[in-house]
């Protein structure tokens, strides 16, 4: 049990299964039961707006985190290290936009979907690469998780710029001064996690009043913690944090927001209804769309020497690699709920889309794999 707790398998593992049970329950005799739960009332608010406004702030803590991380000592913190990661990303973005765009064209309310096939599960999708082992170059794995967090980074700038609605100026000018202070706290050198923790709860309470979507907090809270210690060898308050939250968001935050928005009742839907523009756009933006704007920018870069392919991949398996990138789910679920907040009609057309779309990018891509990686010559298994 430590050793599957450990592995980068489980989170999207657990993922899977709380997700398929969310779907089991909410088309079984217990749907009523599910639905009673997922609307409850928790500290005054319905659970489902519980989890998605305040336990994913501390989700998108953690992507920024991972974003700051990376781009100060890791696998982005030159230009070389973003360029091909980057590129794709921004690929993999506007292609599966423009599908959803095309198949929605012609419902305007359908519309402010625009961006549900653009994000990339980052769990989902490393959990895929890490149960082919060996069959997968670290390489490849290094360019997925780079990708997914720059494509993570773009789906916070959409959120704030296209998700807000109402804004409140006093709240926003409150939200303005906490940032401040938590820019001049970093720059002073203050290292306490209490401080900023504090000032992080004040922030989120500004940006939820605001009208800009509360996780968005998470994200401006996460850019100000340092990342340097006091001292030589000493672990970064940022380091810290990240290692605190990494397994609280991983087992429990994200499994629990998979189980609130994944259950989608099948009953009474039509195939003329399955197969209407909204989900078609989504399953069809993120299984082909993303592959597609992944695939077709890399390649661009790579062919004019701009950029390489990663070390000891082949072009087949790269390609798979932007199979997988169509894994939305987490992400694609979580825009869809703020582009269709009060339509159930449509928050049950989305999530058909978006698990039909990450299910059949999984499955695909994990095939494509396998296979490109036992067509691999010896010489260059070697």
């Not at 929605?104 to 990339?120: F, V």
């Amino acid at each position: 049990m430590k050793k599957l707790l450990h592995s980068p398998v489980a989170p999207g593992l657990l993922l899977i299964i709380v997700s398929l049970l969310a779907i089991a329950l909410a088309n079984s005799a217990l749907a009523e039961n599910y639905q009673h739960f997922v609307h409850a009332s928790l500290f005054g608010l319905p659970v489902e707006k519980v989890v998605n406004d305040v336990l994913m702030s501390v989700f998108f803590l953690l992507v920024g985190l991972e974003i700051k991380r990376e781009l100060l000592s890791g696998k982005l913190s030159s230009w070389s290290q973003r360029l091909l990661p980057g590129a794709a990303a921004l690929g993999g973005m506007l292609v599966p936009a423009a599908f959803f765009i095309f198949f929605n064209r012609n419902n305007p309310q359908a519309l402010n979907g625009w961006a549900i096939p653009s994000a990339t599960d980052i769990a989902f999708s490393l959990g895929v690469l890490a149960m082919l082992g060996d069959k997968v170059p670290a390489s490849l794995k290094v360019f997925l998780a780079a990708l997914a967090i720059i494509d993570d980074l773009g789906a916070v700038v959409i959120i704030a710029a296209f998700y807000t609605h109402g804004l409140n100026l006093e709240m926003l000018t409150g939200a303005g001064i906490v940032t401040l202070c938590l820019i001049i706290m970093n720059r002073l050198g203050v290292k306490s996690l209490p401080l900023y923790l504090a000032a992080g709860g004040l922030l989120w309470y500004f940006v939820y009043s605001s009208g800009v979507h509360a996780t968005v907090a998470g994200v401006i809270l996460a850019l100000c913690i340092p990342h340097t210690g006091r001292t030589h060898g000493q672990f970064s308050p940022l380091s810290r944090l990240e290692v605190t939250f990494s397994p609280w968001v991983a087992f429990l935050i994200v499994p629990v927001f998979g189980f609130v928005n994944a259950g989608v009742s099948l009953h009474g839907l039509s195939v003329e209804q399955l197969l209407s523009p909204l989900p078609v756009g989504i399953a069809a933006g993120l299984f082909a769309g993303k592959q597609l704007g992944v695939a077709l920018v890399s390649w661009l870069l790579i062919s004019t020497g701009l950029a390489r392919i990663p070390e000891g991949a082949t072009a087949a398996q790269f390609y798979g690699v932007a199979i997988l990138c169509g894994i939305g789910f987490t992400m694609s679920l979580f825009i869809g709920g703020l582009a269709y907040p009060d339509n159930d009609v449509l928050q049950s057309e989305l999530k058909i889309g978006v698990l039909s779309g990450s299910l059949l990018s999984a499955l695909a891509g994990m095939i494509f794999l396998v296979i490109a990686g036992s067509a691999r010559r010896p010489e260059q298994i070697a």
